[in-house]
């Protein structure tokens, strides 16, 4: 199992990245930036994407847009997002995001949302 983590904020990576390791999802791609996400959406069998919306290159909206405006993508999505301002949230699950967490996050409430979602 892949998951995909994007987040520009490396602090932020390495904690996501340690607790899914730790609770044994398998293999945690990471990516710095949009452009780096995309690549990796379209290189690997990606079973989840946790994206932050405010990255360099391409954001987290328009990832959500390309995966779900492509047949071949039926991957889950988490948004997590410093910004919880409410147009944001709704852009993000009118563009088809599964769910949304607003930073700082509990990682206990991370990981709970990981497997529903995986689960779907």
Known sequence: MKILVCDDDPVVINIILFKLQREGFGEVIVAADGREALAQIKINN????????????????????FVRNNQRYKTPILVMSSEGLEDDVLK???????????????????MVRVKRLLRK
């Open 92 to 110: 993000a699950f009118e563009l088809g995001a599964d769910d949304y967490m607003v930073k700082p996050f509990s990682l206990p409430e991370l």
């Open 46 to 65: 990606i079973k989840l994407i946790i994206t932050d919306l405010q990255m360099p290159f391409l954001s987290g909206l328009e990832i959500i847009s």
